[in-house]
């Protein structure tokens, strides 16, 4: 009977036969499958593995402080890089939701290149696990040319990296169960899922830094208050979203135009259907409240109440 153990033992006898001497670098964003994959090698390689992490300034609250510190924790040799300033500038302006998606891909890219340039790595680490490899067979099936699954949107080609991908025979629930015995906490490990551009495609219509922060405090009420009632651990995914339109409302004795922000939390089978969530009227009520007390820019508080299909998980 096979245990997860065995495969973790087997797995870093088998990078530190792959990789010898040679130096390993990673893009780490705090998703689960490539944490665990970089915990993995750095047990099988140490400092040879170097970890990117790119600050874009759309991570949840406080994830750009506290992910890298769980990383360190686990003995990964982190850099840090906050790029904040680069990906705004480049999203200025910039409404399609395609093309916010691609900037931010290639941004990070040009990041993690500059970052990368100056280790003479061999080898590039992917978390890459088993329905990534089935999900990229079935897409170059359909497609002329061949697509292979990136996780950060788009490999550095002339890199000329090999790619170092330790879970690819591994099911999400098998993953998991790794990084739990690899000294990753179930906390970190049972995060909701968060899309690679992040608050980018959560902030609709142009994106930028005074946004991203009122957003970043209307979601973080969002899940503490949800924690906070019991609710949260049976929710597959919860966010909030800023429009870009605002409504009127009272301020004292004057009409005051805050931002409409829609609450969203689903149930789902790992995102390819998805029904809303009926969070009980009294937590709603008490979001709302919080929402609109400690967060003075925003006027209007709604809950989407759409299943997927029709409409998507995420509003971009
Ligand atoms: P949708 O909105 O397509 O989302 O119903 C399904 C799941 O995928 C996530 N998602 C993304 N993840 N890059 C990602 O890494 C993206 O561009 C992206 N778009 C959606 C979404 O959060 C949900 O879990």
Redesign the pocket.
Known sequence: NWKISDFAYEQVEKIREIVGNKKVIAGLSGGVDSTVAAVLTARAIGANLTGIFVNHGLMRKDEECEVPEVMKTLGINLRVVDASDTFFRKLHGVTDPERK?KIIGETFIEVFEGEASDIDADFLLQGTIYSDVIESAASSRTSDKIKSHHNV?GLPENMKLKLLEPLRELFKDEVRALGKTLGISSKFIDRQ?????GLG?RILGEVDAEKARILKEVDDIFLKTLEEYGEKGKIW?AFAVLLPVKSVGVKGDRRAYGYVVALRAVH?AE??T?SWYEIPHAVLREISSRITSRVPEVGRVTYDITD?PPA???WE
């Open positions: 998606r949107g899922p968060f899309p690679g551009p495609v995914q789902s995102g390819m998805a997927k998507t998980i995420e």
